[in-house]
């Protein structure tokens, strides 16, 4: 695959858009092909008050994640600043996402399992506890939002999956549909995205508490641009290890290449751990923006959450662990 890599410092500015100084992913893609892509005359609008899951919210607190220490970022930025290549290459998705059909909604459940299985996503509401935590969330990109997600435990769907013990990670895998999504759709000179956009975790990470399944935020089913129907949450990574729209988990004993790591192994490492001391290799990671606000404060390793998860790391220090 042919990668063009950009040099932070032949950036522009860009003044209108702040949130967009540090994002250059997106002139990587233009050299990769991807190109501009137009989102205006997408239809297929969600209609409020329909979501068949909207009597779940709000769930209740878990007061373990009841306060991340930073003001919650409002649901307006949240939901319009957003990472979802598959429906362009801008921050502002959310219109183009009201594409995104989320019923029916079937996650496929396959790979080292006893029993292979399908499961609509309504079902697995059934089976899981919903619970709301406060957590904060942090992009390799260097900027920061603070989430009231709802959702439930992933290792509570890794119980459900039955792994044998052959698996020793778990893929999760977003909807591949490129008449859905604009973003999918083959460039036509050539080149291109890898889709779907795939993520990996161990199965140690998996079955930490601090993995999460989202399938809400803010006291209501997760939005589109954010992810919608179900997507997973690593508060401790930055945010490209968390897929969103999954409809597929693949429990592997071959460690998974993520979508970003595919495109650009140099840059985007299987582990992805934050870490305020292993710069990116076109820009610092030393500090975030607090999306919303002029703020700008330190990072911290694993992004504040070592409590939860410097363990799972001790024994791998031999191992890329921060890019
Ligand atoms: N998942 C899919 N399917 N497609 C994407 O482009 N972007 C990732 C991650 N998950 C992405 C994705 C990146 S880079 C980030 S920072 C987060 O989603 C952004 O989540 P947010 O838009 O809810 O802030």
């Given at each position: 695959m042919l990668i063009k890599t950009i040099h932070g410092w032949e950036l522009p500015e860009r003044a209108a858009t702040p949130e967009d100084v540090f994002i250059n992913r997106r002139e990587l893609l233009a050299g990769l092909g991807a190109g501009s892509i137009g989102l205006g005359l997408l239809s297929g609008k969600a209609e409020a008050g329909v979501d068949p899951s909207a009597k779940y919210y709000p769930a209740t607190k878990n007061p373990k994640f009841a306060d991340a220490g930073r003001e919650i970022t409002g649901e307006k930025l949240n939901t319009s600043y957003n990472n979802f290549y598959e429906f362009?290459?801008?921050?502002?998705i959310s219109k183009g996402a009201q594409a995104l059909k989320i019923r029916p909604w079937e996650i496929k459940i396959d790979g080292e399992v006893e029993e292979p299985f399908t499961i609509g996503f309504d079902d697995l509401l059934k089976k899981v506890m919903l619970e709301e935590r406060i957590v904060r969330h942090r992009c390799v990109e260097a900027w920061a939002m603070t989430v009231p997600w709802t959702g439930f435990p992933l290792k509570a769907l890794v119980a459900l999956a039955a792994p044998k013990n052959t698996a020793k990670y778990v893929q999760f895998q977003t909807f591949h549909d490129p008449e859905m999504a604009p973003g999918q759709k083959p460039p036509l000179f050539g080149g291109g995205l890898p889709w779907p956009y795939t993520e990996g975790l161990t199965m140690a990470e998996a079955t930490n508490d601090l993995a999460f399944m989202v399938t809400g935020a803010y006291g209501k089913p997760v939005a589109n641009s954010m992810g919608a129907p179900l997507r997973l949450h690593c508060p401790w990574k930055y945010g490209f290890k968390s897929a969103k729209s999954i409809n597929r988990i693949t429990f592997t004993s071959k460690r998974p290449v993520g979508f970003w790591e595919n495109i650009q192994a140099a840059e985007y490492g299987f582990w992805a751990n934050v870490n305020p001391e292993v710069p990116h290799p076109r820009w610092s990671q030393a500090q975030e923006r607090i999306l919303g606000t002029d703020d700008k404060v330190p990072s911290k390793l694993f992004n504040g959450y070592g409590e939860f998860v410097a363990d799972l790391y001790k024994d791998l220090q031999g191992e890329v662990l921060y890019r």
């Open positions: 362009g290459t801008s921050k502002r």
